[in-house]
């Protein structure tokens, strides 16, 4: 009896345990509902409001003084250069004569086409004699209607090869004349490409000359500058060597075409009265100014990228929701970037804290100070 008694005693209670248990979980589950979960907090950044500031691009490069009119002097025919009179730099007057060809040969035709023209004077003082004298036959009835008629053939033969012989005298004595390279401009000796001795052809270039008179500004300019427009034509061009000498020129021609070397597109700056130091190939810099247009300067932290491109995160004022949104930078500056298109006036930008963000999350904005547009640096395209 003891032993079943203490059996009892330390024997479990097996149907009041599955009892406790579930009134246990159910209690637990009753707490975990009712009890508050802390929500993420909205991520702290910093914000700036777009707004659109006018800005007027001013570019800066160095060119070169240059003749407006550059012309290449030849002869209009092959020979060998007898003397020549100038030098790259000499200065030199309308009609001047620069070199001479071996004049043999034009000598000789200019003989021969004179002694034609002698000869051809003297058959044509014969035929007329001899037509003078049949006309006079023929009044007084003494010679043949044919005699005269013959007789006046021959005058006017005679004419004719005495013209011809002429006309063959002139063009010997031009050829004659061609032997001869005359400057047909004032102005400057600036390239020599023959010597005495040398057989040069017809219209190759024996001398170049600068012209005296107006004078262009010349500069190679990168291609993206020319899809901008202008403020207006006008460039103000320093001589680098003395920047108290400047002048203002007008953009007179645009080559068409993109340099292959280079990659730059040549632009010429017309100067009607360029001063007396701005002398042929004296560095000069030029100052153009470009229509203004709006931008949205933003410190540079606020730059973002999506897939490569530019973007930036904006701020949805109502949800405070943030997304990325495309934009196109118009250029890089120190310190900031200037959005060209893309955003609109009144956009909260994040400028602080991008870089943990990710579209959608709720953010706690902070407005930042507006960025002030710097002004454009010489030389540069900003």
């Given at each position: 009896?003891?032993?079943?008694?203490?059996?009892?005693?330390?024997?479990?209670?097996?149907?009041?345990?599955?009892?406790?248990?579930?009134?246990?979980?159910?209690?637990?589950?009753?707490?975990?509902?009712?009890?508050?979960?802390?929500?993420?907090?909205?991520?702290?950044?910093?914000?700036?409001t777009a707004r659109p500031t006018p800005r007027a691009q001013t570019v800066s490069l160095t060119g070169e003084i240059k003749a407006r009119i550059q012309s290449d002097l030849s002869f209009r025919f092959a020979g060998r250069i007898a003397t020549r009179s100038v030098d790259v730099g000499d200065r030199v007057v309308a009609g001047q004569i620069l070199a001479t060809l071996e004049t043999t040969e034009q000598k000789a035709d200019t003989d021969s086409a004179t002694a034609s023209v002698q000869a051809a004077e003297a058959t044509l003082r014969q035929a007329?004699?001899?037509?003078?004298?049949?006309?006079?036959?023929?009044?007084?009835?003494?010679?043949?209607?044919?005699?005269?008629?013959?007789?006046?053939?021959?005058?006017?033969?005679?004419?004719?090869?005495?013209?011809?012989?002429?006309?063959?005298?002139?063009?010997?004595?031009?050829?004659?004349?061609?032997?001869?390279?005359?400057?047909?401009?004032?102005?400057?000796?600036?390239?020599?490409?023959?010597?005495?001795?040398?057989?040069?052809?017809?219209?190759?270039?024996?001398?170049?000359?600068?012209?005296?008179?107006?004078?262009?500004?010349?500069?190679?300019?990168?291609?993206?500058?020319?899809?901008?427009?202008?403020?207006?034509?006008?460039?103000?061009?320093?001589?680098?060597?003395?920047?108290?000498?400047?002048?203002?020129?007008?953009?007179?021609?645009?080559?068409?075409?993109?340099?292959?070397?280079?990659?730059?597109?040549?632009?010429?700056?017309?100067?009607?009265?360029?001063?007396?130091?701005?002398?042929?190939?004296?560095?000069?810099?030029?100052?153009?100014?470009?229509?203004?247009?709006?931008?949205?300067?933003?410190?540079?932290?606020?730059?973002?990228?999506?897939?490569?491109?530019?973007?930036?995160?904006?701020?949805?004022?109502?949800?405070?929701?943030?997304?990325?949104?495309?934009?196109?930078?118009?250029?890089?500056?120190?310190?900031?970037?200037?959005?060209?298109?893309?955003?609109?006036?009144?956009?909260?930008?994040?400028?602080?804290?991008?870089?943990?963000?990710?579209?959608?999350?709720?953010?706690?904005?902070?407005?930042?100070?507006?960025?002030?547009?710097?002004?454009?640096?010489?030389?540069?395209?900003?």
């Amino acid at each position: 009896m003891a032993q079943s008694r203490q059996d009892r005693l330390w024997r479990p209670r097996r149907s009041a345990g599955p009892g406790l248990g579930v009134l246990a979980l159910l209690a637990l589950a009753g707490c975990k509902d009712s009890a508050p979960v802390d929500a993420q907090p909205p991520l702290a950044v910093l914000t700036q409001t777009a707004r659109p500031t006018p800005r007027a691009q001013t570019v800066s490069l160095t060119g070169e003084i240059k003749a407006r009119i550059q012309s290449d002097l030849s002869f209009r025919f092959a020979g060998r250069i007898a003397t020549r009179s100038v030098d790259v730099g000499d200065r030199v007057v309308a009609g001047q004569i620069l070199a001479t060809l071996e004049t043999t040969e034009q000598k000789a035709d200019t003989d021969s086409a004179t002694a034609s023209v002698q000869a051809a004077e003297a058959t044509l003082r014969q035929a007329s004699a001899t037509f003078e004298r049949q006309k006079s036959l023929l009044a007084n009835g003494y010679t043949t209607q044919r005699s005269y008629d013959n007789a006046n053939e021959a005058y006017r033969a005679a004419q004719a090869s005495l013209d011809s012989a002429k006309a063959n005298l002139a063009t010997a004595q031009d050829q004659l004349s061609y032997t001869a390279l005359r400057a047909e401009a004032p102005g400057i000796i600036t390239a020599r490409n023959a010597e005495v001795g040398q057989v040069v052809e017809a219209a190759q270039a024996v001398f170049t000359v600068a012209r005296d008179g107006a004078r262009d500004a010349v500069f190679d300019v990168y291609e993206a500058l020319l899809v901008q427009k202008p403020a207006d034509g006008h460039v103000e061009i320093t001589l680098i060597s003395n920047p108290a000498i400047k002048v203002t020129g007008t953009v007179r021609e645009v080559a068409p075409v993109v340099d292959p070397t280079t990659g730059s597109v040549r632009v010429k700056i017309g100067i009607d009265q360029p001063p007396p130091e701005m002398t042929l190939s004296a560095a000069v810099s030029g100052v153009g100014r470009f229509q203004p247009r709006d931008v949205f300067a933003l410190p540079w932290t606020a730059f973002f990228t999506q897939g490569g491109k530019a973007a930036v995160w904006v701020v949805d004022p109502k949800s405070r929701a943030v997304s990325l949104k495309p934009v196109v930078i118009d250029i890089y500056r120190t310190g900031e970037v200037l959005i060209r298109s893309g955003l609109s006036a009144g956009d909260i930008v994040v400028t602080g804290g991008a870089q943990l963000l990710r579209p959608g999350q709720v953010v706690a904005p902070t407005e930042q100070q507006p960025t002030a547009l710097l002004p454009a640096r010489a030389g540069n395209a900003g």
